[in-house]
């Protein structure tokens, strides 16, 4: 069994052994009612823990609240069940320039400490025999966003999906966010924020990959 000092170690070194989630083999054994049941019981009795008045109008419910936000909210793209149908479609204009979707939210939870990761996402691609709904990209970012992360595998995970369902490496996905593990916690840097980028294909070249990098850079919508 590890120590406290080898758990924080690495914690803060961010080891992974792979872009999945990991899981364990027995994670959706269980209903959702019966994780929210349990966890509701163990989030109470850390409540306990640290003190706090558990009769009090204002604190009675919040074990609930809590178990019911971790399974149906911030946590459901844990659960494969909820992952979005990526519907496509022939690509029958013979669309061959870069398609982006800029500015998708972020909300996530880091999984070293729990604490919020907010930004957002910037995700294209070139089309080749297939194109995607747009809302079906947002869609896949808020699936896996939905999860305990780390900022390095959920960019991967994006690329790789989209890669796949639309049958080509020319796609890149970039990602800026704020972590809260960060900024409220440790160093307590409050202006800080993390970029990730992830690509193929076409977007290897320097010149593709700077196209996109002016369209993102450019003043929102």
Do not use: W
């Amino acid at each position: 069994m590890k120590n406290k000092e080898e758990i924080i170690i690495t914690g803060d070194n961010h080891f992974s052994k792979s872009i999945k989630t990991p899981l364990r083999s027995d994670a959706f054994d269980k209903s959702d009612d019966e994780k929210i049941e349990n966890i509701q019981h163990h989030f109470k009795m850390i409540m306990e823990e640290m003190g706090l008045d558990l009769t009090d109008d204002s604190l009675s419910g919040t074990p609930y609240r809590v178990a019911k936000m971790y399974v149906k909210e911030l946590f459901y793209g844990l659960n494969p069940i909820n992952m979005p149908k990526l519907s496509t479609f022939e690509n029958k204009y013979s669309y061959k320039k870069m398609l982006v979707e800029q500015n998708i939210n972020i909300d996530s939870a880091c999984e070293h400490h729990f604490l919020p990761i907010t930004g957002f996402a910037n995700v294209a691609y070139v089309p080749n025999n297939k194109v995607i709904g747009l809302s079906k990209i947002n869609r896949l970012v808020d699936y896996y966003a939905r999860r305990p992360q780390v900022q390095e595998r959920l960019v991967l995970q994006i690329l790789n999906d989209l890669q796949e369902v639309l049958e080509t490496k020319d796609v890149i996905v970039s990602i800026t966010a704020k972590h809260l593990c960060v900024s409220s916690r440790g160093i307590k840097d409050q202006s800080s924020f993390t970029t990730t980028l992830e690509y193929g294909g076409c977007f290897s070249d320097t010149e593709k990959r700077n196209e996109f990098l002016k369209i993102i850079a450019q003043e929102k919508v």
